[in-house]
T-cell receptor, first 115, second 113 residues
Framework: AQKITQTQPGMFVQEKEAVTLDCTYD???????LFWYKQPSSGEMIFLIYQGSYDEQNATEGRYSLNFQKARKSANLVISASQLGDSAMYFCAMRGRRGNNRLAFGKGNQVVVIP | NAGVTQTPKFQVLKTGQSMTLQCAQDMNHNSMYWYRQDPGMGLRLIYYSASEGTTDKGEVPNGYNVSRLNKREFSLRLESAAPSQTSVYFCAISESVRGETQYFGPGTRLLVL
């Protein structure tokens, strides 16, 4: 079974600064995928970024990058140049072996961007 | 929300009542999922449908049934609602179960009294 751990308390970030959100995972699968989703106060779940376990380079999508350290089983999300609209809950999720697309979610990190 | 719609947006039920949550997609994706989100928690998978005509249990299926009506629609039914089913329900889609990204609908907030 997959397990995702997100333990950081809520974070306050100054606008235009970078923020790193921690995510560690546990799995016995050799092939897996890691995802980050954003959930603003309006409630929808917005896909941000994906990293495959065999990808050699860290994934990037605009201001989002995923710091993937396979040996440490961590997949931290880095948001550069924070904006007020980045205030939200952020969830790390993991998909196990192919053929079973069940996503296991962490409990989330709360981020508040202050001007 | 990647072409995923959910109805209703909000619902209040009394214990023992039944209801069906509807999910429809216009992306022609094969796989559809139902999750629930409880306060302070991430999402947990209730049921999923890898393709039209198939459904499988997820992590927390007890108290729910699903129907994959056609490729576009995947419904979640509560036959006899309980207060423990108070939650936010999300429908999600992906091209297949082979690992592509899942895209979520806007959610349904359900309160069971």
């Amino acid at each position: 079974a997959q397990k995702i751990t997100q333990t950081q308390p809520g974070m306050f970030v100054q606008e235009k600064e970078a923020v790193t959100l921690d995510c560690t995972y546990d799995t016995s699968d050799q092939s897996y995928g890691l995802f980050w989703y954003k959930q603003p106060s309006s409630g929808e779940m917005i896909f941000l970024i994906y990293q495959g376990s065999y990808d050699e380079q860290n994934a990037t999508e605009g201001r989002y990058s995923l710091n993937f350290q396979k040996a440490r089983k961590s997949a931290n999300l880095v948001i550069s140049a924070s904006q007020l609209g980045d205030s939200a809950m952020y969830f790390c999720a993991m998909r196990g072996r192919r053929g079973n697309n069940r996503l296991a979610f962490g409990k989330g990190n709360q981020v508040v961007v202050i001007p | 929300n990647a072409g995923v719609t959910q109805t209703p947006k909000f619902q209040v039920l009394k214990t023992g009542q039944s209801m069906t949550l509807q999910c429809a997609q216009d992306m022609n994706h094969n796989s559809m999922y139902w999750y629930r989100q409880d306060p302070g928690m991430g999402l947990r998978l209730i049921y999923y449908s890898a393709s039209e005509g198939t459904t499988d249990k997820g992590e927390v299926p007890n108290g729910y049934n699903v129907s994959r009506l056609n490729k576009r629609e995947f419904s979640l039914r509560l036959e006899s609602a309980a207060p423990s089913q108070t939650s936010v329900y999300f429908c999600a889609i992906s091209e297949s179960v082979r690992g592509e990204t899942q895209y979520f609908g806007p959610g349904t907030r359900l309160l069971v009294l």
